[in-house]
């Protein structure tokens, strides 16, 4: 029997021991027996534990010094508190206590949702790749926006962005997602729902005004919970391990060596040559790879053997959906006006006069798309007219890098202040000395740079309203008062802040330059 239950003999014979003392004990033999007086983990020893973050030592520590204090009793040794923390915390909550709420995840258990049907229900997310692409000359980690099918773990759409994404990176997915032509298909048509995770490009308005037009429910998610759409959060868990690891430029490559930097020889990926490795990742993903959870089927066999009808819609339409609305315009002889620049398209010609609406995908401010206002009818493209070259915005985008760095490296040097280091409790010392010299010309620069230091506003008071206007007394009394139309304007009337001594170069007596006008 010992040998079954993988326990040594005198064990046995100490169950069966307690168990004729003790029936209670027979039922689960080998617990340890309860008695009254054990030490058992109280709220406050838990509220010191998420203090420690875990630290078992330190709690001890603390609770020795608070009996010390008489705030109360003696704490058990350390060995008995480990066992108590052991005995009564799980390991999610021990994990928790010391890590937070995601350690604590770890320790969860998950229900599955059952598979449904295709465009059943669509996830999307964000994913930044850990590698390292040449983006015009700069080392840049691109951002990955894609929709996948719950049902049938299909990437059904992808867009790559050098930078962080927008919601324009959103509808360039969702374009590629619902489109079934080639280069897109066979995947796609428009889904039921849609889970998003209170990411704020997804909820935009324009987004949620293209998901409303397709009608497509979106289930917002609460915050900080990936397990409610595992399906793309798995997805972007393998596609670093299946296909970014292997790539130059890897950023969580080990490496030799104390600091993990990057090789300097080391070559990168371009732009164009990432995201034409990475669709064709995706093409092997959707038609070659069996995911364990479709029972030794590829995604593209359980998309053709599912046959739920798809909803698709033209690609015209879907266009026009996926763009976001600025409204309408009176297209004139130099174009349409957006944005204070105008656009000008050859179907213009022989149209101006009428009222058109206008739409524009986000951030593409070269181009913007023309309806008609009145019947929605397309008319056409415009493009920016008078567009700088590429050599002209490249120039003037160095020149704005190197004015920034300018910018920060005045503010870096101005905020840094550095003080006296401290061996005893002391009041800190700001250190950096000046000279009265260099404090008076720098007080001088900014004086003579700020205008609003050198306004006079009361060198001459304001005239007095109108005697119908209700004038407050505090203000009556800052003001003159107009003199009547034929009477000189002097000195004493302008304000004591104006009366001057008459010098050799100034006659003595009323000044009858401005006559019948007070200034």
Same mark, same amino acid.
């Given at each position: ?6 326990v040594?003999?005198?064990?046995v ?29 109280t709220?406050e020893?838990?509220a010191?534990?998420?203090?420690w ?5 330190a ?6 010094a608070?009996?010390?204090?008489g705030?109360?009793?003696?704490p058990?040794?350390i ?5 108590a923390?052991?005995r009564?915390?799980?390991?999610? %909550? ?11 995840r770890r320790?969860?258990v998950?229900?599955?949702r059952?598979?449904?049907w ?11 790749a ?5 983006v015009?000359?700069?080392?840049? @980690? ?10 049938t773990n299909?990437? /059904?759409?992808v ?8 919601r324009?990176?959103v509808l ?11 280069p897109?298909?066979?995947f796609?048509g428009l ?5 998003v995770?209170r ?10 005004a ?15 919970t ?8 798995? !997805? ?15 950023a @969580? ?5 104390k ?17 034409a ?16 959870? !479709? ?10 053997d599912?046959?739920t009808?798809?909803?698709?819609v ?6 026009t959906?996926t763009?976001?609305?600025?409204g ?21 010609t022989?149209?101006?006069?009428i ?7 986000p951030?593409?401010d ?5 309806y008609?206002?009145?019947t929605g ?12 070259t ?5 120039a003037v985008?160095?020149a ?6 300018? !910018?920060?490296?005045? !503010? %870096? ?6 003080y ?12 950096g000395a000046? /000279? /009265?010299?260099q ?8 004086t003579d ?5 050198l ?5 001459i ?6 005697a119908?206007? @209700? ?14 139309p ?6 004493d009337?302008?304000?004591p802040?104006?009366t ?9 007596g ?6 019948g006008?007070?200034?």
């Open positions: 029997m010992a040998g079954a239950l993988g040594r003999e005198r064990a014979w100490r169950w069966l021991a307690a168990a004729e003392l003790d029936e209670a004990a027979a039922s689960a033999p080998g617990e340890r027996t309860r008695y009254y007086g054990r030490f058992t983990v709220p020893v838990r010191l534990l998420g203090l973050r875990g630290n078992v030592a709690v001890h520590r603390e609770l020795t608070r009996a010390a204090r705030e109360g009793d003696p058990p040794s060995p008995t508190l480990h066992r923390i052991r009564d915390l799980s390991l999610g %909550e021990r994990a928790g206590l010391a890590g937070g709420e995601r350690e604590a320790h969860d998950f229900l599955a059952p598979r449904g295709r465009n059943q229900v669509w996830e999307t997310d964000h994913v930044q850990p590698v390292l692409v040449d015009d000359g700069v080392a840049r @980690r691109p951002w990955i926006t894609w929709f996948t099918d719950c049902a299909a990437i /059904t759409g867009a790559v962005t050098p930078v962080h994404p927008s324009e990176s360039a997915a969702l374009r590629s997602a619902v489109l079934r032509e080639d897109y298909g066979p796609g889904p039921e729902k849609v889970r995770d990411g704020k490009d997804f909820l935009s308005r324009t987004v949620t293209a998901f409303e037009a397709l009608d497509v429910t979106v289930e917002d998610l609460p915050a900080y990936p397990h409610l759409k595992g399906t793309v959060e798995g !997805l972007n868990r393998a596609v670093e391990s299946m296909f970014l690891a292997a790539l130059p430029g890897y @969580r490559q080990p490496r030799p060596g600091r993990s930097s990057r090789p300097k020889d080391e070559v990168l990926l371009g732009f164009e040559d990432f995201t490795r990475l669709l064709a990742w995706t093409a092997w993903w959707n038609t070659e790879h069996r995911p364990t959870p !479709l029972r030794d089927r590829t995604p593209l066999q359980t998309w053709q599912d046959p009808p798809l909803r698709d033209p690609a015209t339409d879907l266009w959906f763009l976001e609305d600025a309408t315009r009176m297209l004139t002889t130099r174009g349409v006006r957006f944005r204070k620049r105008d656009y000008v398209g050859a179907w213009m022989g149209q101006a006069g009222q058109v609406r206008v739409r524009f995908m951030h593409h070269h181009r913007i798309e023309v008609h206002a009145a009818r397309y008319l056409g493209p415009a493009d920016l007219a008078d567009q700088a590429d050599e002209q915005i490249s985008r160095r704005r890098a190197a004015r920034a760095r300018r !910018l920060k490296k005045d !503010l %870096e040097a101005s905020q840094r202040e550095r006296a280091a401290a061996t005893q409790p002391e009041t800190p010392r700001r250190l000046l /000279t /009265t010299a404090a008076e010309a720098e007080l001088t620069q900014a740079t700020d205008l609003s230091d306004a006079l506003p009361d060198l008071p304001p005239a007095a309203p109108p119908e206007w @209700r004038t407050p007394p505090s203000l009556a009394a800052r003001t003159r008062q107009a003199p009547p034929d009477t000189p304007v002097t000195h009337q302008l304000g802040e104006a001057r001594e008459p010098g050799p170069d100034t006659a003595a009323p000044d009858t330059s401005g006559e006008d007070p200034w």
